[in-house]
């Protein structure tokens, strides 16, 4: 039988989902997929190469392999919040679930993707 996760972290990009991710996959009794948002229902045009999503609901089971004995085993995408799908789709798969969702102040979160997008070198305007 396949193991899926237990816990999936969501949250809106730039909200510390990474930081969380890093954090739990210190923990010796947590496994975090070593791939973030590796979410397979979101559509692939959507990511750069780098971020692509894992193809198949195969290969999402796939990197959850072996992880029987962890009490936690999870992964985490900024992504969930945005699909109205996700819900439905975690329900059906993970109905057990644990969710954890990571929210920010917008004002701050604008200025973070702003920076990122500096950093980038997709944005050239002032702030």
Partial sequence: MAVLPNVLILGSAKCATTLLHFYMSQHP?????AKKEC?????PELY????????????YKAMFAGTEGFKVRGESSPMYLFYESTAERVA????????IAVLRNPADRTYSAYLHAVRDGIEDLDF
């Fill in 48 to 59: 750069e190469e780098k971020y692509r999503p894992v193809d198949s609901l195969d290969d």
């Fill in 39 to 43: 979410h397979h229902d979101v559509p």
């Fill in 29 to 33: 009794d947590v496994f975090m997929a």
């Fill in 92 to 99: 059906s798969l993970i109905p057990d679930a644990k969710l």
